[in-house]
């Protein structure tokens, strides 16, 4: 009786609700494990789907990792978007506020977009430098907007390289506070805002 009750809820699912369901634990799963250690049939075993309904979403293993990068890439863009007209310094603060929150409640999709890195399949390593290139471009935007910051960017040459130093330099703090950092989520932020103005500020 449970079992039946169990496979009719899981059918009132939608498509994307099942989707993302999938997606919520193969970032678990690959914050975990390297890419090749996890089994898709692991996956199917805890959503409780077959393993043809997951091919079925995802057509290949490379393809549902690349897809939980994208997701991880697109929620972290989404929550650090620039805001019109406010100053860098106080959206700096603001935004890893935001970030931070982020990072601390999805721990595990955090730490499996960043091993897409270490991925052996290239287009799974295209995903995550994409996303990258999307989130140095609007920090880029943001301090080109700031009258105090924008002038910089025209005369260093060197401020792109910086941003992007800086987005290596966030998340290695960022995965050593999950693995158990003493420091408090402020001082993470602090620590970060601190980094960044200092390549860049005037």
């Known amino acids: 009786m449970a079992a039946e009750q169990g496979a009719r809820t ?7 609700e099942r989707r993302e369901q999938l997606l919520a634990v193969g970032a678990r799963l690959f914050s975990e494990s390297p ?3 996890v089994w898709i049939e692991r996956v199917a075993e805890i959503a409780e789907v077959s393993r043809g309904l997951l091919y079925h979403y995802f057509p290949t293993k490379r393809d549902f990792f690349a897809a939980v990068v994208e997701r991880e890439s697109t929620r972290m863009l989404r929550m ?7 100053p860098v310094r106080e959206q700096l603060s603001a935004g890893l506020d935001t970030f931070l929150e982020y990072v601390e409640a999805h721990a ?13 399949d290239q ?6 430098q994409r996303a990258l290139a999307a989130q140095e471009r609007q920090i880029l935007a943001a301090l080109a907007a700031d009258p105090e910051f924008g002038a910089v960017l025209e005369v260093r040459p060197d401020t792109r390289l910086a941003v992007r130093g800086w987005l290596a330099f966030t998340t290695a703090v960022c995965l050593e506070w999950l693995r158990g950092s003493d420091l408090s989520r402020e001082q993470v932020r602090d620590l970060c805002a601190r980094a960044l103005l200092g390549v860049v500020a005037p």
Do not use: N, Q, W
Not at 10 to 16: N, P
Not at 80 to 86: C, F, R
């Open 10 to 16: 899981r059918r009132r699912l939608s498509t994307e």
């Open 35 to 37: 890419y090749d250690d």
């Open 80 to 86: 650090t978007a620039a805001v019109p007209g406010m």
């Open 108 to 120: 595990h999709g955090y730490r499996a977009f960043h091993r897409a890195d270490a991925a052996g």
């Open 123 to 128: 287009s799974v390593r295209k995903v995550y």
